[in-house]
C-alpha cells in the first residue's frame, strides 16, 4: 500500500514538468516563426525566379513599391567602358508604386539597395569597380517614381567571369532583404535592348 501511494505521488509531482516543457517548445517555434517574418529572411520568401515581383517598402521606410527584375545581360564592355574584373552583369529592373505617392528605392548610403552574390557567397554591391559608369538609356529612371506609373532600371555589376550566375538581393526600406535566382546566360524580354543600349 505504502509503495502505490509512493508512485502515484511521483506520478503527479512530474506532470507540471511535463507540462513546462512543452510550453516552453511551443514558445520557441512562435518566437523563431515571428523572427523570420520580421527580417524577411523566412523559407515562406526564400530564393525567388528573376521574373518574379517582390512587394517592398520605399527608401525610408515610406510608400510600397514592387519591384520585378526582369532580364539579365552580360558583358566584356558597355559602349567605351571596360569591366575592372573582366565581365559585367547587367540586370534590367522594373519598379511600381503600389501606394499613392511617389517611391524611391533604397540606397546603399541608407543600409539598403542592391547587391550580386556569386556561388561562392561573395557580394558585389552594385556600382562597385566600373558598373558606375554604365548608364543605359531608358533603363536610366532615378529618385522617387510618381505614383501610378512604371520605370525601368538598369542594375550593373562588375564581376569576374566565374561569378557568372549568380543571386540579386535587394534591400528594402525596412531592411528586409529580397532575393532573385539569375542565370548564368543572356535570358529575358529585354535582352535585345539591353544588348542594343550597351553598344552605343
Not at 149 to 175: C, H, M, N, P
Request: charged share 20%; hydrophobic share 40%; proline share 6%.
Amino acid at each position: 500500500m505504502r509503495t502505490s501511494t509512493v508512485i502515484a505521488v511521483c506520478l503527479v509531482a512530474a506532470l507540471p514538468l511535463t507540462a513546462c516543457g512543452t510550453e516552453r517548445k511551443d514558445t520557441s517555434s512562435a518566437s523563431a516563426t515571428a523572427s523570420s517574418a520580421t527580417t524577411g529572411d523566412g523559407p515562406e520568401r526564400g530564393v525567388q525566379p528573376m521574373g518574379a515581383s517582390a512587394p517592398t517598402v520605399g527608401s525610408g521606410g515610406a510608400g510600397r513599391l514592387e519591384v520585378t527584375p526582369t532580364s539579365v545581360v552580360y558583358a566584356t564592355k558597355a559602349m567605351a567602358d571596360k569591366p575592372t574584373n573582366g565581365l559585367f552583369v547587367i540586370v534590367s529592373v522594373k519598379d511600381r508604386p503600389t501606394s499613392s505617392s511617389a517611391v524611391a528605392e533604397t540606397a546603399p548610403a541608407q543600409r539598403g539597395g542592391w547587391q550580386w552574390v556569386a556561388a561562392d557567397g561573395r557580394a558585389v554591391g552594385a556600382g562597385d569597380g566600373n558598373a558606375a559608369n554604365v548608364f543605359l538609356s531608358g533603363f536610366d529612371a532615378s529618385g522617387p517614381i510618381p505614383a501610378g506609373t512604371a520605370k525601368w532600371r538598369a542594375r550593373a555589376f562588375d564581376i569576374s567571369e566565374r561569378q557568372r550566375g549568380g543571386t540579386l538581393v535587394y534591400t528594402d526600406g525596412q531592411g528586409k532583404t529580397f532575393r532573385w535566382e539569375i542565370p548564368a546566360q543572356d535570358t529575358g524580354p529585354q535582352v535585345a535592348e539591353l544588348k542594343k543600349k550597351l553598344a552605343g
